[in-house]
């Protein structure tokens, strides 16, 4: 079946760094996402990653996959509060759906 | 601003009654996809639209449907509603018929009483 799995909370220092972990089910998802949704606004697509790709950068934000372990981490550099939100992990669904799978959602706290 | 919008922002409405979510797809985009978002059940794929018809269908239940038309904009039409229904409805969209890059829009927020 397909699930994805993420820790509901986490709570680091400003200026630190953040890694936000995802675990997921399906080993034939083809791309995997990472969402920030901001208290009372909609989802914003950070960043996504081909499963052929084992790590991703862009700008402040890493992404790493572990294919094998079917793990996915975010990892935000320089954690700001401008960061605090709600992160979540997906999967494209697989037997042909294009729609997407999310884990719970990691609260994301920064705090000075 | 993601390019998709969706009206209206709030809705407060009674159990039994219906109601009906709009979305207007980002510019150029062909493919409208419904979410629902609640705190039992996190965020659901409900349907998905392409250039008018129906590609993909996810957890939506028979009381809900929906259509996207010829302009492109899709509404989806909830029915027969009850507490349970209370929920963010998210409108996404993207290019084609495969998800590479997915938008959201803000969302309607249903509040059913």
Redesign the interface.
Known sequence: GEDVEQSLFLSVREGDSSVINCTYTDSSST?L?W?KQEPG?????LT?IFSNMDMKQDQRLTVLLNKKDKHLSLRIADTQTGDSAIY?CAE??SG??????????TRLAVHP | DSGVTQTPKHLITATGQRVTLRCSPRSGDLSVYWYQQSLDQGLQFLIQYYNGEERAKGNILERFSAQQFPDLHSELNLSSLELGDSALYFCASSVGDRIYEQYFGPGTRLTVT
């Open positions: 791309y996402y969402y606004a909609g989802l914003q697509l996504y979540f494209r669904g042909g759906y294009n729609k997407l799978i999310f884990g719970a959602g």
